[in-house]
DNA sequence: AACAAAACTTGTCATAGGGCAAGAAAAGCT
DNA sequence: AGCTTTTCTTGCCCTATGACAAGTTTTGTT
């Protein structure tokens, strides 16, 4: 099973033509990142996006009070991308960051514009892909106000359980917006009940 | 002036030539709200969007215990969308409603994509107006874990006063993610300072 | 294995903000 | 103007979560 092969998976026969899929494909570059390797550090102008194909990847940034807030998880599949800072050319205020060794496929900015202006179904996969991480990040955030610390946490679980697996636990306390201590607490509640 | 005029201002002759923004303000139909309309209710499928020529508007959702938690706030010159139902097709959560009388230029979704897939211009500024609504959404959501609601609400102040003349403590309030008591409260806190 | 460092748990106490209810003030209606 | 409804404020008490610090467990390193 060769790199091209993950890839397919990403640019389907259902919305690419074979010739469009192998153009699109032929420009991603392989990158390894080792764990605690950045893929984007605060102040860096997003110039890439990545695929992953393995490993397991963090964001946060850094709060006026110089707290670590992790703001996403990126897991097999997903797009590892800094939408703003990617297409506005504007420096990021994320760390991006393997929390163990990844695989992933590197696109650069050039390369996409020409893929995107190119090909319509490659700007409808990339408006689609954008407007799902409009539509996760607004459920954490309605959920940020509507939902206790403990049901966040167990919806969590529930649907990402790998994170669990990979992320310490300080760092899974702030996404839900809690402390690690809190969180203890919860996890503790819960295997009591 | 008319009607047309205040569509120049979205699409400008920076980014457009004067036949493309021609051919896209033509596209645009006016339709007026009065206060209270919904422009969007939950459960519909989002088949428009709109440029707000004047008035004011708010989004909501309702969460799983019935409470209604404002999502978002628009003003003149903004866009009035709900980026995952009109792109994905889906029916929507949110519910967009007008707070008092307004004036809109709205666009339906097929016409949408002609002028997409058309007008590189008219492409590369939409995809930026996404961008921008997931930076703002980002930078909301990471505000509610790094932030004192006190804080939240003077920056809220600050950024948008125009919000605080058109809209109720209440409303306000859950879109700060905190109760209009506390609200309330902080207001007092502030002005006793 | 032995040590160091990091991750996690637990205790004590403090506090931001919530729930509920009663008034006060403002806005809308006839 | 007078009445009703909505909005806003305030009081009382409560709960979820935070801050800090001391342990404990796990992980990593030599």
Same mark, same amino acid.
């Given at each position: 099973m060769?790199?091209? %092969?993950?890839?397919?998976?990403?640019?389907?026969?259902?919305?690419?033509?074979?010739?469009? /899929?192998?153009l699109? *494909?032929?420009?991603?570059?392989?990158?390894? =990142?080792?764990?605690? +390797?950045?893929?984007?550090?605060?102040g +860096?102008?997003?110039?890439?996006?990545? =695929?992953?194909e393995?490993?397991?990847? $963090?964001?946060?940034? *850094?709060?006026?009070?110089?707290?670590? #807030?992790?703001?996403?998880?990126?897991?097999?599949?997903?797009?590892?991308?800094?939408?703003? /800072?990617?297409?506005?050319?504007?420096?990021?205020?994320?760390? #991006?960051?393997?929390?163990? +060794?990844?695989?992933?496929?590197?696109?650069d900015? +050039?390369?996409?514009?020409?893929?995107?202006?190119? *090909?319509?179904?490659? $700007?409808?996969?990339? $408006?689609?892909?954008?407007?799902?991480?409009?539509?996760?990040?607004?459920? %954490? /955030?309605?959920?940020?106000i509507?939902?206790?610390?403990?049901?966040?946490?167990?919806?969590?679980?529930?649907? @990402?359980?790998? #994170?669990?697996q990979?992320?310490?636990? @300080? %760092? *899974?306390?702030?996404?839900?917006?809690?402390?690690?201590?809190?969180?203890?607490? #919860? $996890?503790?509640?819960?295997?009591?009940?």
């Amino acid at each position: 099973m060769t790199g091209q %092969h993950f890839l397919t998976n990403i640019f389907k026969a259902k919305d690419f033509s074979k010739e469009e /899929s192998e153009l699109v *494909i032929s420009k991603f570059r392989q990158v390894n =990142f080792s764990k605690n +390797d950045y893929l984007l550090k605060e102040g +860096d102008t997003e110039g890439h996006y990545w =695929f992953v194909e393995s490993g397991f990847i $963090r964001s946060y940034v *850094i709060d006026t009070l110089g707290n670590d #807030i992790t703001t996403n998880f990126y897991a097999v599949g997903d797009i590892v991308i800094d939408w703003t /800072s990617f297409f506005l050319r504007n420096p990021t205020r994320e760390n #991006i960051q393997a929390s163990m +060794d990844c695989k992933c496929w590197q696109l650069d900015f +050039d390369t996409f514009q020409q893929l995107f202006h190119g *090909i319509q179904s490659f $700007r409808e996969q990339g $408006r689609t892909t954008l407007v799902n991480s409009y539509f996760s990040l607004k459920k %954490h /955030s309605v959920s940020m106000i509507a939902d206790q610390a403990k049901e966040r946490y167990i919806r969590l679980v529930k649907e @990402k359980p790998h #994170i669990i697996q990979n992320i310490s636990l @300080k %760092h *899974i306390a702030t996404y839900l917006g809690i402390t690690d201590t809190s969180l203890s607490r #919860i $996890r503790k509640e819960i295997s009591d009940e």
